[in-house]
């Protein structure tokens, strides 16, 4: 991957801090996005440390305008990205399907929903010019008791990369839906509290086991 460029949101913890690392392990300079900064330099510590290279930007992907001017900035600085990992997302509280607040909903809208449909708008010209344009995407069918505004904002996501992957399926554009096993996270912890996680998959090895369909 020496010379590509991957656009990673959501980068500061979990999958989507893993797959920055192993895309920056195998020569990618990863644009790293996240909120929380503090979390960014830590993944940027850990890419240097391997030899990598990154260029940190903390921003929310709800600011449509930061996300345009980052996406104008990678075309301006490098002609293209090759390669997007998504994986940021706003998990709601738990609460009864008939008890779901407006703000709540409000939020995961914002964020699963409508920062995501323009992000697509954002970064499929950004990467489309790529020899090996590639986008992945992450799934966890947590479509579970209490969870009713997350899984119903999960699975607007999952229809609209299935719609992507069947409008690209004659082009070089690879548009990937994956399913990590379950990983010990902060997300995860919501859903599953006093878990045993022991039995849980680290992210990185969920990024080792899922990413290589970026090779092929």
């Known amino acids: 991957m020496d010379g590509q460029i991957a656009l990673v949101t959501g980068a500061s913890r979990g999958i989507g801090a893993a797959s920055a690392e192993w895309l ?14 503090g979390g960014l330099e830590e993944l940027d510590d850990r890419i240097k440390a391997q030899g990598g290279q990154a260029t940190l930007a903390p921003m ?12 104008r900035s990678i075309h301006d600085r490098w ?29 995961v809208i914002a964020t699963n929903i409508r920062a995501f449909t323009r992000l697509v ?24 008791k209490y969870a009713g505004a997350y899984a119903m904002s999960k699975a607007a ?4 990369v299935q719609s992507w992957q069947a409008e690209t399926a004659k082009f ?9 096993n379950p990983m010990p996270t902060a997300v995860r912890a919501r859903f599953y509290p006093g878990e045993d996680k022991s039995a849980l998959s680290h992210p ?5 086991r899922l990413l290589p369909v970026l090779l092929d």
């Open 24 to 37: 920056a392990a195998r020569g990618a300079h990863v644009v790293a996005v996240a909120r929380t900064v």
């Open 121 to 144: 708008a954002f970064v499929e010209p950004l990467i489309a010019p790529s020899a090996k344009p590639r986008a992945v995407f992450f799934d966890d069918g947590w479509d579970d």
């Open 60 to 71: 929310d992907v709800t600011d449509e305008g930061a996300m345009a001017h980052l996406c």
């Open 204 to 208: 990185r090895d969920e990024a080792a």
């Open 172 to 180: 070089p554009m690879r548009v990937h839906l994956l399913r990590p």
């Open 79 to 107: 002609g293209r990205a090759d390669i997007w990992v998504h994986s940021a997302i706003h998990v709601s509280a738990l609460t009864p399907a008939p008890h779901i607040a407006a703000k709540d909903l409000d939020k």
């Open 157 to 160: 996501q999952r229809a609209l």
